[in-house]
């Protein structure tokens, strides 16, 4: 069955730029989309088709896509950035929507 | 004010269903597409299928398709899932999201699910 694969975690410094993948076969014909989950709370959304930023989300949250990789940059990291990131898409039937396993950042 | 607001907690028996609730607020609901969620303790997010609120279209993901019905009440503005034939493993969070609108443009909607419910605990136990 098709897989959305993301690191386990990430670790970065405060101020360092954080940068977390998500691969997948279907990428280059499906966007990618990004949620943050804070511990306790549910997702958030940061990042929508592969580019775009919904309003509120600060500026350090970028998202790019390239081939079958997909990219959640966030340039100056900052400790309350610290969350679960899931890479979300479809699948590659087109029928089916889909989470990756998820990355821990830890900003520290 | 968007927002969601799901049902209260819920324990079943195995082998019997469990329905939740989903009311929108504050948004155009026959505008939207619902899609439920569900994370069990410490794992990650699977999906679990949607609903197009104005045709009352669903989807549901492969591991569901059996036991799973999405549906919505336009009257009251609320979305529902109901899950058949529960067990064990069903033990998790269960969340609703919709998009807000807020990022369509003339021609389409990106399908960014901006809007989440509070989440429903759904304990299956004997």
């Known amino acids: 069955s098709y897989e959305l694969t993301q690191p386990p975690s990430v670790s970065v410094s405060p101020g360092q730029t954080a940068r977390i993948t998500c691969s997948g076969d279907a990428l280059p014909k499906y966007y990618a989309y990004w949620y943050q989950q804070k511990s306790g709370q549910a997702p958030v959304l940061v990042i929508y088709e592969d580019t775009k930023r919904p309003s509120g989300i600060p500026e350090r949250f970028s998202g790019s896509s390239s081939g079958t990789m997909a990219t959640l940059t966030i340039s100056g990291a900052q400790v309350e950035d610290e969350a679960d990131y899931y890479c979300y898409s479809t699948d590659s039937s087109g029928d089916y929507r889909l989470f990756g396993g998820g990355t821990k950042l830890t900003v520290l | 004010q968007m927002q969601l607001l799901q049902s209260g907690p819920e324990v079943k028996k195995p082998g019997t269903s469990v329905k939740v609730s989903c009311k929108a607020s504050g948004f155009s609901f026959p505008g939207t597409t619902v899609q439920w969620v569900r994370q069990a303790r410490g794992q990650r997010l699977e999906w679990i299928g949607w609903?197009?609120?104005?045709?009352?279209?669903?989807s549901y993901a492969q591991n569901f398709q059996e036991r799973v019905s999405i549906t919505r009440d336009m009257s009251t503005s609320t979305a529902y899932m109901e899950l058949n034939n529960v067990r064990s493993d069903d033990t998790a969070l269960y969340y609703c999201?919709?998009?807000?609108?807020?990022?369509?443009?003339?021609?389409?909607?990106?399908?960014?699910?901006?809007?989440w419910g509070q989440g429903t605990e759904v304990t299956v136990s004997s």
């Open positions: 609903i197009v609120v104005g045709r009352g279209i669903p």
């Open positions: 999201a919709a998009e807000s609108g807020l990022y369509c443009t003339s021609s389409s909607c990106p399908l960014a699910f901006d809007i």
